[in-house]
């Protein structure tokens, strides 16, 4: 894993580095009926690190891969806590959905350019944001283990086809 990390963050732009939410997922979300929209909260950042650390620019596809990370642990979450199964294709259809809303409303200037550059640096956030959650999961739910370990392999086995 360390040696796609690498390879994967050694290529490429960028893009620009500004402040971020620090750690987005959609339990920093809320339904506003009122307005029919999405409403992003709790911008303190991740609590495990300094304030210096949070205050950091940083590129805003961090935040991308945090929620992309999410709609994972929703699928798995369904299962462990209410007994059941997400939708079929659930994830797939959340982040293409996800995705496709945000780059219609991000600054193109804030992003690496080029399509093969958005995706291998997304998916280097993703790959550290899933060791985090393995990490998170070690010391806090064991049962969890196996979200950010599934999401680890799928991501190395796509590595790998590149």
Excluded: C
């Excluded at 969890?144 to 086809?161: F, N, Q, S």
Aim: glycine content about 8%.
């Amino acid at each position: 894993m360390r040696e796609s990390l690498a390879l994967l963050s050694h290529a490429g732009s960028f893009g620009k580095q500004i402040r971020t939410h620090g750690d987005l997922h959609l339990g920093q979300t809320l339904w506003a009926q009122e307005t029919d929209d999405w409403v992003i909260i709790d911008f303190e950042g991740e609590p495990a690190r300094s304030l210096a650390e949070r205050r950091r620019k940083r590129s805003p596809l961090r935040d991308v891969a945090g929620m992309l990370r999410s709609f994972a642990y929703v699928v798995s979450a369904v299962e462990i806590l209410r007994g059941s199964a997400a939708p079929d294709g659930w994830e797939r259809r959340a982040r293409e959905e996800f995705l496709r809303g945000y780059m219609q409303t991000a600054d193109p200037g804030l992003l690496p350019a080029g399509e093969a550059a958005f995706a291998r640096l997304l998916t280097v956030f993703e790959l550290e944001k899933a060791v985090y959650e393995l990490r998170y999961e070690l010391n806090n739910r064991p049962d969890w283990i196996h979200i950010p370990v599934a999401g680890i392999l799928r991501m190395l086995e796509a590595i790998e086809k590149a």
